[in-house]
Structures are given as C-alpha cells and as structure tokens.
C-alpha cells in the first residue's frame, strides 16, 4: 500500500531543500557582485604616490614662517637653520584617485625600519592639506621646529654628513580610507640637493602589494 503522506512528505522536504540550494547560491552570487562593486570601487578611489620625473615641472614651496623651498622634478630638498629643518619632495600620483596626504616620519638611516611596517603613533601630522590629483605632480612638505629633541639633533648630523636619508610619507584617498605609507629616499648629489626615489609601499588598511 502506497504511503502518500510519506511520499508527500519527502516531496515537500525535497522542494523545500532545491529552494533552500538556489537562495543560498543567489545570495552567494549577489555578495560576490557586491564585493566586485566594491573594490571597482576602490579601485577608482586608490591614490599612489612616487617620486615625480625629471622633466616635471618645478614647484615653489612655502612654510608657514615664510620660508621657502624650491623643487625640480624628481628631486628632494633639505635646509636647515637655527630654528628648524625644511624639507619637501616633488611627487606624482600614479593612483586613479586625489591623494590626501595625513602624516609622515624622518629617517636619518633610508635602510632604517624598511622591512617593519610603519608604525603611525611616531607620524608628525601635516599642518596643511595637501592633495595631490590623479595622474598629476604636486610635492610633500614637513618640518622639524624643535631643536631640542633627538630627532632634530639626528636629522641635522645626518643632513650635514651629506648621508641618504628618508621620509615615510602617509595619505588616504579623498574618503579617508585606503591609507598608504610610501617611503621616499633622498641620495645627495654633487650640486647640493637631493634625488627623490621609492624604495616601498605600505597598505595600512588593506592587503599590501607583496
């Protein structure tokens, strides 16, 4: 005799779990559109900088004290007096995305730390804005103004004794995320000043490029 209410029972059953199947693999699906979306997203958001290149235009930098710093393509400068060391570097944006610069760190060594990731709490923060457009050059800009602490005395003999030094620089893009470090060295050359080159990126909100 023929047990229709099992029978109907396993159909049901049965139904019940093809549906279950099909919603969780649409529900799969629409979670691997969403982060497609949204890393094209980030995609066209993602700044990077690098040193600019030799035939870039030059920049005129000011500080706030009205002092000022005058960089060539692909060059660094560094100047110190008796109250503060200057510094600034002619960078361009390689990135599809504004790059907004947040902070950065005086190397005295350019090997010093190369293979740790940065750490943030030892950053000084920018006293102005500075954005740098997608595709376009701009430049960096900092300043040690404490004569008092190690840092200025370890910049300063470095600096003098004519060393290769660095500067780790951090930027997001324009919606605070995707913070990167970039550490910029800085080579001495016969005539005085300094060429700008990178020796590495750090991903600090994401997946590093190694």
Do not use: C
């Amino acid at each position: 005799m023929t047990d229709w209410v099992t029978i109907s029972s396993l159909a049901t059953a049965g139904g019940t779990l093809v549906l279950a199947a099909a919603t969780f693999a649409s529900v799969r699906s629409a979670n691997n559109a969403a982060r497609t979306a949204e890393r094209s997203l980030l995609a066209g958001l993602r700044p990077l900088l690098t040193s600019s290149r030799l035939e870039d235009a030059p920049v005129k930098v000011s500080f706030m004290d009205e002092h000022f710093l005058y960089l060539q393509g692909s060059r660094g400068a560094v100047e110190i007096s008796e109250e503060a060391i200057y510094l600034g570097i002619s960078v361009r944006n390689i990135g599809s995305g504004v790059a907004v610069m947040h902070g950065w760190r005086f190397h005295p060594n350019a090997s010093e730390g190369i293979n740790v990731s940065p750490d943030l709490d030892a950053f000084h923060r920018l006293t102005r804005d500075i954005f740098v457009g997608p595709g376009d050059t701009g430049f960096w800009q900092g300043a040690l103004r404490d004569p008092g602490e190690p840092e200025f005395a370890a910049a300063t003999e470095a600096i003098r004794a004519r060393t290769r030094v660095a500067v780790d620089v951090l930027y997001g893009d324009f919606e605070g995320g995707q913070r990167t470090v970039t550490r910029f060295g800085l080579y001495p050359r016969d005539d005085g000043g300094y060429l700008a080159t990178v020796a590495r990126h750090w991903s600090i909100d994401g997946a590093g490029p190694r």
